[in-house]
Nanobody, 130 residues
Framework: QVQLVESGGGSVQAGGSLRLSCAVSADTSTTYYTGWFRQAPGNKREGVVVMDPRGSTIYEESVKGRFTLSKDNAENILYLQMNRLAPEDTAMYYC????????????????????????WGQGTQVTVSS
């Protein structure tokens, strides 16, 4: 079982920054990948970035170079630093976790597919105004 609690959403002007946090409580007997997904009104949920247990990451193309996923292993907290935010980044952001299957080197960007996720947080809203 995995429990995920997000915080840090809010409103910001275009070009600004926000940092999202996700406290992860997990059964250590199972290995998980973790990450962030988002869903804008009228759109499908999409993967933003995922991290495997080794710390390797896969980013969605539109956020590369702007967003950074990191993890405090001592506190088991995921951080998503979002810089140079744009109005198209406006969405509900969800922390997520899933059972780790084949390594990132094999499945790669497939891990950005929301259908593979097993656990979801409650979501935190990010709004970027122009």
């Amino acid at each position: 079982q995995v429990q995920l609690v997000e915080s840090g959403g809010g409103s910001v002007q275009a070009g600004g920054s926000l940092r999202l946090s996700c406290a992860v409580s997990a059964d250590t007997s199972t290995t998980y990948y973790t990450g962030w997904f988002r869903q804008a009104p009228g759109n499908k949920r999409e993967g933003v970035v995922v991290m495997d247990p080794r710390g390797s990451t896969i980013y969605e193309e539109s956020v590369k170079g702007r967003f950074t996923l990191s993890k405090d292993n001592a506190e088991n907290i995921l951080y998503l630093q979002m810089n140079r935010l744009a109005p198209e980044d406006t969405a509900m952001y969800y922390c997520a976790a899933g059972d780790m299957g084949p390594p990132f080197a094999i499945l790669g960007r497939a891990y950005l597919d929301p259908s593979l996720v097993d656990y979801w947080g409650q979501g935190t809203q990010v709004t970027v105004s122009s």
